[in-house]
Structures are given as C-alpha cells and as structure tokens.
C-alpha cells in the first residue's frame, strides 16, 4: 500500500466563491472599460447617418428648386392635407409648388426616390386614398437613428383635414389617421410669423424663396436642421402630432422650426425636462438626440454639427436670408 504521503490531492470539480467572484469582477471591470468605447462608436455612425439624412433633403430641396424655380415651401395652412390637381387622363398627382397645401417634406418625395408615396399608391381610388396612404408611409431620411421614438402615430383631430375638398370623405375633420413622424425641420426664419427664412409658409398667399433671394450666404444660412423633440412619450403638443407632410401657419410646427433668441437650441433630455415642468411645448425649437451639438443643412449642401450653446444672435442671424448681418465660420464653430 502506498503511504498516505505519496497519494496526489483529488482534482477540484469547480471554481471556489472567492475565484468566482473575482471573475465576475474583471468581468464587470473590463465591460465598464469597453461600453463607453461602443457606446460613442455607436453614437458616432448615427451621427454620420443623420448627416447623411439631410445632405440627401438638401439634394432634393435643389433638385425641386431647379425643376420648380424655387424651394419647396411650407405649405398652406395648420392641419392642410397633400391635395391633389385634376386627373390628365388616368394620371393623379399631387398640386406642385405653393399650390401644395402639405409641407415641404411631402413636396420633396419624388427627388428622394418615393414618388409612389407622393401620388399615393397604385391602390388609391380616391384622393382621401391617396393622403391615408401618403401620410403613413415612413421614409428612411425623415429619422434620425439617435432618437428612440420611431413608429406611427395615431390621432383623431377635429380640424384635419383643413382642405375643403375632404369634408364627407373617409378623411373628414374628426377622423382618426395615421402619420408618420419626421426629425427634420425646415428654417422659417428667426422668429413665429416672420417668413424671413428658406421654407415660407402660403397661409397669406404666394410666398416663394428662390436661391437668388439668398443674400446673407449660402454657406451661412439655415436651410433644414434637426428638431428638439421629446426622446421618450412622441409628440410634443402641437409640435409634432401631424406628421411629415404637415404644412405650417401659425401653430402647427411638426416640420419647422425657427432661430429667434426665444427658441435656442435644446437636447431631447432638455425638452423633457421643460415638459415635466409644465411647459406645454418648446416653441419650435432645433436641436436633437445628439450629445453636445445637433445636425444642420445650409443652403449650399453643406452640414454642420452646431452647438446647443450657439451665440444667440448668430443663431438668429443664419436664419435669415437677407438681414445683413454677417456670420464667418468661426462663429458656427462648435
């Protein structure tokens, strides 16, 4: 028999709690280590996608202005639908230029590669068809994928549509409808009722900005930027319950926005907080997911990543496109 010296120790069948815990612990360490670094990855290719959401609307807001002669505009009225000119042969299509009661992104459609959402379907009999159809229809370029919102919406809204032609339709004021949402805002100009800025509103009648109308610069001058909107609960009041295609007068600012000093830029989280305050909406104001600063498009293509600590009167300046005031790069400059 072997001496009890010489035997070898028995193998351990598992971990003892202390190594355990001493696993998990570099575990939990080396995640805290590396969640950041995904976290900004991750963040930084949705920036890039959201710069690339809005060089794609600005290609298209020129595209539309050398076939109109001007920029799209921000349509007829609060609560207009898309209408419709009449019918050439079996051919329906949507009025074109500031005859188009729904707002610029809904004019923008065929130069982003959806003219079937534009004229509404192949399966649209009517023209209340062709608006349930066109209004909710998501598009890529409408979203930014920071935000955590995405989704249709549903509302019943006594004064949708506005456009006379709808009332004893399938669509008549006081029906329920679905929309889709969208991130981006046209420019207004630097203040509610103003029509100073790129995207000018027909509630008083023919109002049109043509890239001649640009005197400030091009490169310094506000044409689409992301909107501040609540990252969590959807809409924001009246801000943003009617959906891209939504035209602007006076209160409905789902697809505008404007630079005045009163409406700074603000980040989702801080949109939030105003709401829990009570606030009722934020007034039109730019801004985005995005931490630090939010995407915007010039009149010459360009983008930029401008600050949510923008001087308040460059802010208002590049809102403008002919009040004078000069703006260099420097003062964008996050």
């Not at 028999?1 to 360490?29: C, K």
């Amino acid at each position: 028999m072997r001496p009890a010296l010489l035997r070898r120790p028995a193998r351990r069948a598992g971990f003892t709690l202390i190594e355990l815990l001493i696993v998990i612990a570099i575990i939990a360490v080396l995640m805290a280590l590396t969640l950041p670094a995904i976290m900004k990855a991750r963040e930084a290719a949705n920036r890039t996608t959201c710069l690339n959401n809005l060089r794609q609307c600005g290609i298209a807001c020129r595209h539309y202005h050398d076939n109109v002669g001007y920029f799209p505009t921000a349509g007829a009225s609060d609560w207009a639908a898309p209408n419709y000119a009449p019918a050439v042969s079996s051919t329906v299509t949507p009025f074109i230029g500031w005859q188009q009661g729904a707002g610029w992104a809904f004019q923008i459609l065929p130069y982003l590669d959806a003219e079937l959402v534009w004229t509404g379907g192949i399966d649209a009999a009517t023209n209340a068809d062709r608006v349930v159809n066109s209004l909710k229809s998501p598009h890529q370029y409408y979203t930014c994928p920071s935000r955590s919102r995405s989704g249709l919406r549903t509302y019943t809204n006594p004064s949708f549509p506005s456009n006379p032609e709808y009332a004893g339709t399938a669509i008549a004021p006081g029906t329920t409808f679905t929309v889709a949402p969208i991130d981006y805002a046209g420019c207004n100009g630097t203040g509610p009722g103003k029509q100073d800025g790129m995207i000018v509103s027909q509630s008083g009648g023919r109002a049109v900005v043509k890239l001649s109308s640009v005197k400030d610069g091009q490169s310094h001058t506000l044409l689409l930027g992301e909107k501040a909107a609540d990252p969590l609960s959807g809409p924001i009041g009246n801000e943003d319950d009617m959906g891209y295609a939504a035209a602007y007068s006076s209160v409905n600012l789902n697809a505008i926005r404007f630079t005045s000093s009163a409406h700074l830029p603000l980040q989702d989280f801080d949109v939030k907080r105003l709401l829990a305050a009570g606030a009722k909406d934020t007034g039109g104001a730019f801004g985005a997911a995005h931490p630090a600063t939010w995407n915007a498009l010039m009149v010459d293509g360009s983008t930029r990543q401008l600050a949510y600590t923008i001087d308040a009167k460059v802010f208002t300046y590049i809102g403008g496109i002919a009040d004078g005031h000069i703006v260099t790069d420097p003062d964008l400059a996050p």
